[in-house]
């Protein structure tokens, strides 16, 4: 989820807290820059999956069919 102006996600601070308590002391601010992002970033991706509207009898995009060799 995008910040805006300054407004801070609650489930990514929650997560960094989680990340923090793990592995704190092993982290600098890069690492801890990098892994904020990436959680944001997954957070954006489930948001948009979510969004994407499919009913329960809805197929999928792709067919598997298993080759015989014929």
């Known amino acids: 989820m995008a910040e805006q102006q300054?407004?801070?996600d609650p489930v990514v601070?929650?997560?960094m807290a989680v990340v923090e308590a793990?592995?704190?002391e092993?982290?600098?601010e890069a690492g801890r820059e990098k892994?904020?992002?990436?959680?944001?970033r997954?957070?954006?991706n489930a948001a948009a999956l979510a969004a994407y509207g499919l009913?329960?009898?809805d197929e999928p995009g792709t067919v598997f069919r298993a080759y015989r060799g014929e």
């Open 6 to 8: 300054g407004d801070k």
């Open 13 to 15: 601070e929650q997560m």
């Open 22 to 24: 793990e592995f704190g």
């Open 26 to 28: 092993r982290l600098d």
């Open 35 to 40: 892994i904020r992002t990436g959680i944001e």
């Open 42 to 44: 997954n957070r954006a």
């Open 55 to 57: 009913a329960n009898g």
